[in-house]
């Protein structure tokens, strides 16, 4: 009988090895453990002492501190794909070529997909800026919805997910509700995602801020650049700036770069929320 159940545990194991080394993504698999066990020598490398060898100076020692830990996300960035499906996505993140990933994929269908390590950097952010931050690929998590920009709906079932995602972010890495932004918000010049995007029922849950139900009619000496910049954008840009708020406040005449009295009353709204 023990023979049997020997052979039986044996067959089992060998199964769950030969479904994981012959799976459909077994070759980027792959590629990822050699990347991450490199990243992993760096640790290994100086494991207690730091990196003054490396600098020329004669008098250098090594004093270790007890306050450390390891760096953090602080934000979260919400793309959408412009692709036309999950796998599709997928593929692009496997093509050295492209050289773009994220950590998360959200499908139509409410499928998560993680692809890189939260506490590893993604290639998702590109060249932008928030408030003081000039390199968000370093500070944040990149979360990608599946969905072509134009004409694609947010499903209930893809926000429903995204929404669980999120709450597991924020819970477990204490981001900031304000930390969560679209990636035409860091780079305004460049990108217009997620467009048509349901950000007040992510504001609803925590996630960002929206505008009050009540507007108030902003001071006479409102200055919307200034309000602007302390919200976040990077206002060097100042037409780029105002569309990408447009695009994630206002969803409507997003290609001008005028802001008409509701619109000054929404972002007289927000900005309140960052005083």
Known sequence: MKIVKLSINLFVATALLAS????????????????????????????????????????????????????????????????????????????AKAGVSSHYVVGRDGKVVQMVNDLYRAHHAGLGKWGNDTDLNSSSIGIELDNNGTTDPWTDAQINALVQLLTYLKNTYKIPQANFIGHMDLAPTRKNDPSRFPWKKLADQGFGFWYDDYLETPPADFNPKMALRIIGYDVNNLD????????????????????????LKVLYSIYKKFL
């Open 20 to 95: 994981c080394a012959g799976g459909k993504y077994a070759k980027t698999e792959k590629v990822y453990k050699k990347q991450a066990k490199e990243f992993s020598k760096l640790y290994k490398q100086s494991p207690v002492t730091g990196q003054l060898e490396k600098v020329n100076v004669k008098d250098q020692q090594w004093i270790a501190s007890i306050n450390f830990g390891i760096r953090k996300p602080n934000f979260v960035v919400i793309h959408h794909t412009a692709q036309d499906s999950l796998a599709q996505t997928i593929r692009t993140f496997h093509s």
């Open 240 to 263: 780029a700036a105002i569309k990408a708020f447009k695009i994630h406040y206002i969803q409507q005449d997003v290609n001008t770069a005028f802001l008409g009295e509701n619109d």
